[in-house]
């Protein structure tokens, strides 16, 4: 190969996350893209697996997984390595790694977790650095930075440790949402994903039941005003200079895009969105403004509400670790830009290295 030895890829996935099954996926994917003819002249992958308990497995236990020769939820007791030892990281074998691909979705890897640890081995890392991440997690503090910088969104309230036991918190909740924001209200998770955690609410005896289950995955609850809205989703690759993708629209069956339609349905997906040339440049502007607002580069998937009476833009929020399963957006924008996954990857070390 051209300009020395293989670059080692230490691909982390799976994660003590609600989103594990969906890193596993993702991980997949991109396992197979770095493995495919092309860049097997380039790179060799050492697989790193950390299952639901937070235990990290060893490269062969964890290729396994990837080539589906053992599934992921019979590791439940095998833990290698003990993570109450403060270097633990001296039982993982990582020193062949040249560059880390983390794909940990969600909270324990996405929020910014996995980047600090990877900070301490000296490697670098596909993907942004602990801030970004951190703040590409949680919804509360993003919606808060673009609001300073008036980049429009929809209508919010944040909710930060209330005690929903208390009756009295309770009507002071509901009496706030109900003043504030016209129904249909959507209740989250700050930090979540996969649309997990999240109810639509439509009236006011069902607001309750739905902040319980927000609080459940985070103490942090954000309620949204809910608008009639088309989803377009853009990719980021890059690092001083940011690329954007096409733009693309995700169409689905249900009321609205939760994990089922997510994961399990057939979506129409039209890249390029059939949007006008005007509110194609906005989103692509408004996708890099805010990823440097959040200090995000590396890759980035951001997404955007449409409402549809109004065709008014809504920045709604970005993923750092965007989903790479065989539904996801991230790898179909960039193959409709021009880079196919097998590109795509390799293109995303290249800027980890800033080649
Ligand atoms: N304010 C809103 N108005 C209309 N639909 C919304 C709103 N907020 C969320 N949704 C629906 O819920 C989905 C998931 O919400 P999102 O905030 O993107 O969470 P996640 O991080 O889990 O993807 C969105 O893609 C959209 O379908
Ligand atoms: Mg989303």
């Not at 639509?200 to 609080?215: C, G, P, W």
């Not at 994990?259 to 057939?266: A, D």
């Amino acid at each position: 190969m051209i300009g020395g030895k293989k670059k080692c890829i230490g691909l982390i996935f799976g994660g003590n996350s609600n989103e594990h099954e969906v890193s596993i996926s993702s991980a997949k994917t991109v396992f197979q893209a770095f493995n495919s003819e092309i860049n097997q002249e380039r790179f060799t992958v050492h697989a790193f697996y950390i299952n639901k308990y937070g235990n990290w497995l060893d490269s062969d236990s964890s290729e396994k997984i990837l080539i589906s020769e053992i599934e992921n939820n019979k590791t439940k007791n095998q833990e290698i390595f003990n993570q109450e030892k403060i270097n633990f990281l001296e039982g993982i074998e990582f020193q062949n790694v040249d560059v880390w691909f983390p794909l940990l979705h969600g909270f324990n890897g996405e929020d910014g977790s996995i980047h600090g640890l990877l900070r301490f081995t000296k490697k670098p890392l596909v993907g942004c650095g602990i801030v970004g991440s951190a703040l590409g997690m949680d919804k509360i503090l993003m919606k808060t930075i673009f609001s300073n910088l008036e980049i429009p969104q929809v209508n919010y309230l944040a909710f930060q440790n209330e005690d929903l036991n208390n009756k009295q918190v309770q009507k002071k909740l509901i009496n706030e949402i109900l003043k504030k924001l016209n129904f249909p209200v959507f209740v989250k998770p700050s930090n979540s994903g996969s649309s997990l955690g999240i109810s639509k609410v439509n009236k006011k005896s069902e607001i309750l039941q739905a902040l319980e289950k927000a609080r459940e995955i985070d103490p942090r609850i954000l309620v949204e005003e809910g608008l009639e809205v088309r989803e377009i989703e853009c990719g980021i690759i890059g690092n001083s200079q940011l690329s954007t993708s096409e733009i693309g629209e995700v169409k689905y069956k249900s009321d609205w895009y939760d994990f089922n339609s997510k994961y399990y349905s057939n979506n129409e997906i039209t890249i390029p969105a059939e949007i006008d040339t005007k509110t194609t440049k906005e989103v692509k502007e408004i996708a890099i403004q805010s990823c440097r607002a959040l200090n995000i580069f590396g890759f980035a998937r951001v997404d955007f509400f449409l409402e549809k009476s109004s065709n008014k833009i809504l920045l709604n929020e970005i993923n750092t670790i965007p989903g790479f399963t065989k539904n996801s957006m991230f790898p179909m924008l960039w193959k409709a830009s021009g880079l196919n996954i097998e590109q795509l990857v390799a293109k995303l070390v290249d800027i980890s290295l800033d080649l």
